[in-house]
T-cell receptor, first 117, second 112 residues
Framework: EAEVAQSPRYKITEKSQAVAFWCDPI?????LYWYRQILGQGPELLVQ????????DSQLPKDRFSAERLKGVDSTLKIQPAELGDSAMYLC???????????????FGPGTRLTVL | SQQGEEDPQALSIQEGENATMNCSYK?????LQWYRQNSGRGLVHLIL?????REKHSGRLRVTLDTSKKSSSLLITASRAADTASYFC????????????FGSGTRLSIRP
C-alpha cells in the first residue's frame, strides 16, 4: 500500500541552527500539506501546495520557515534559525486534490519529531 | 485558529463499551472529516461526511452531522484496546474545501 514518506523521523538541534525536513507524497497526489502539531493539540496547517504552487501559507512564519516543492512531487520544509518554540511534530500529508470545491481524504506520513535545545 | 472543538477532551471506557465523541464548529462547512492518531504517529482518515448528509457508517464507526447545530458526533461501538488513540474532527474552510482545520482532539483510552 502506498504511503507518505518523511525523513528524518527524529531531529534534535540547538537553537539558531538550521533544520530541514523531507516529504515524499503518494504518487499521483497533486496536493501536499505541511502541518505542525504541538503535543496535546491538533495539527495546524503551515503550507499547502497544489502541484508545485503554494496555495496557502498564511500560517507559515516566513521570517524563519520556508517550503518548496520544485517539481511538484517531493517537498522540503526548512527552519532557519530554529527556536525553542519550534519543538513539535511536523507532519506531511498528501491528497489527490485538483478539483475546486471537493474535499479529499488526506494521507499522513509518520511525522518528524523536532526537539530544539 | 481551530474551527472544530471536540468534547470531551479525554474519555476512558471499558473494553466492549461504546465511545461517543462530539465536535462543534463555528462557520458553515462543505464537509467534515474524522481522523485517528495513535501516540507518536501520523493521522489516519476514518470517515468523511458531506454537509448534505446526516449520518454515515463505516464498520464499527457511526458519524452524524447536524448542520443546524453545527455539530458532529463519532460513535465507536464495541470498543477494543486497539481503539485507544486521539480522535480529531476536521472541518473545511467553506471557501476552500481542500483546506481543513483540525480541532484539539479527544484522547480515548480503552481499559481491558
Amino acid at each position: 500500500e502506498a504511503e507518505v514518506a518523511q525523513s528524518p523521523r527524529y531531529k534534535i538541534t540547538e537553537k539558531s541552527q538550521a533544520v530541514a525536513f523531507w516529504c515524499d507524497p503518494i504518487s499521483g497526489h497533486a496536493t501536499l500539506y505541511w502541518y505542525r502539531q504541538i503535543l496535546g493539540q491538533g495539527p495546524e496547517l503551515l503550507v499547502q501546495f497544489q502541484d508545485e504552487s503554494v496555495v496557502d501559507d498564511s500560517q507559515l512564519p516566513k521570517d524563519r520557515f520556508s517550503a518548496e516543492r520544485l517539481k511538484g512531487v517531493d517537498s522540503t520544509l526548512k527552519i532557519q534559525p530554529a527556536e525553542l518554540g519550534d519543538s513539535a511534530m511536523y507532519l506531511c500529508a498528501s491528497s489527490l486534490g485538483g478539483k475546486p470545491g471537493l474535499a479529499y481524504e488526506q494521507f499522513f506520513g509518520p511525522g518528524t519529531r523536532l526537539t530544539v535545545l | 485558529s481551530q474551527q472544530g472543538e471536540e468534547d470531551p477532551q479525554a474519555l476512558s471506557i471499558q473494553e466492549g463499551e461504546n465511545a461517543t465523541m462530539n465536535c462543534s464548529y463555528k462557520t458553515s462547512i462543505n464537509n467534515l472529516q474524522w481522523y485517528r492518531q495513535n501516540s507518536g504517529r501520523g493521522l489516519v482518515h476514518l470517515i468523511l461526511i458531506r454537509s448534505n448528509e446526516r449520518e454515515k457508517h463505516s464498520g464499527r464507526l457511526r458519524v452524524t452531522l447536524d448542520t443546524s447545530k453545527k455539530s458532529s458526533s463519532l460513535l465507536i461501538t464495541a470498543s477494543r484496546a486497539a481503539d485507544t488513540a486521539s480522535y480529531f474532527c476536521a472541518t473545511d474552510a467553506y471557501s476552500s474545501a481542500s483546506k481543513i482545520i483540525f480541532g484539539s482532539g479527544t484522547r480515548l483510552s480503552i481499559r481491558p
